[in-house]
């Protein structure tokens, strides 16, 4: 059975990069599209940005160019980095497996979610 | 980014009741509309793909229907399980947006 598991640092400082893995296990990293997603009392879920196995990126405008998605199908593995945080960045910080590798495929699949907190 | 809208925010029932949370999006997708569950201190589990599709492992007292841009989520005969928060999302086209968020809570 496929699981995702988050991990990174709990607190990161503001101004600073926000630096998070996603572990694959139980399944194959190729031949899906893997996101990263968030959720805050203020903004809800937000979707951040995905990547597939080839290493094509897509990610969201409201993010302002900050975010780098990456594969490592080496070590079964996905990361996300968020430049310049704020403390609107504070939230649990989910990755997830599309559901099928088409267009319009749902969150099939997420992890349990990790939370970041942006204080100094 | 198209915008989706869940009514009500919450909404309290009780074990055996039928519940009906709607999605409206901004503009229309189509069917590319799916419906995710949250429980306390866990992330969402997808429920229903694509407006109608039940994912692998959901009861069949769940269903899903619509189109274009007007949505509904049914939970026919609540169980104690179901008890949770509801999400909507589309996925007709990036950036991927979810609703606020559907509360649903035991009478």
């Known amino acids: 059975q496929v699981q995702l598991q988050e991990s990174g640092p709990g607190v990161v400082k503001p101004s600073e990069t926000l630096s998070l893995t996603c572990s694959i296990s139980g399944g194959s990293i190729s031949s899906h599209y893997w996101s990263w997603l968030r959720q805050s009392p203020g903004r809800g879920l937000e979707w951040i940005g995905y990547v597939y196995k080839s290493g094509g990126t897509s990610d969201n405008p409201s993010l302002n160019g900050r975010v780098t998605i990456s594969i490592d199908t080496s070590k079964s593995q996905v990361s996300l980095k968020l430049r310049s945080v704020t403390a609107a960045d504070t939230a649990i910080y989910y990755c997830a497996r599309h559901l099928g590798s088409g267009w319009y495929a749902p969150f099939g699949l997420w992890g349990q979610g990790t939370m970041v907190t942006v204080s100094s | 980014d198209i915008q989706m809208t869940q009514s009500p925010s919450s909404l309290s029932a009780s074990v055996g009741d039928r519940v009906t949370i709607t999605c409206r999006p901004s503009?229309?997708?189509?069917?590319?509309l799916n419906w995710y569950q949250q429980r306390p201190g866990k992330a969402p589990k997808l429920l229903i793909f694509?407006?109608?599709n039940l994912q692998s492992g959901v009861p069949s007292r769940i269903s899903g229907s619509g189109s274009e841009t007007n949505f509904t989520l049914t939970i026919n005969s609540l169980q104690p399980e179901d008890f949770a928060t509801y999400f909507c999302q589309q996925s007709f086209d990036y950036p991927r947006t979810f609703g606020q968020g559907t509360k649903l809570e035991m009478k």
């Open positions: 503009q229309s997708i189509s069917t590319y």
């Open positions: 694509a407006a109608s």
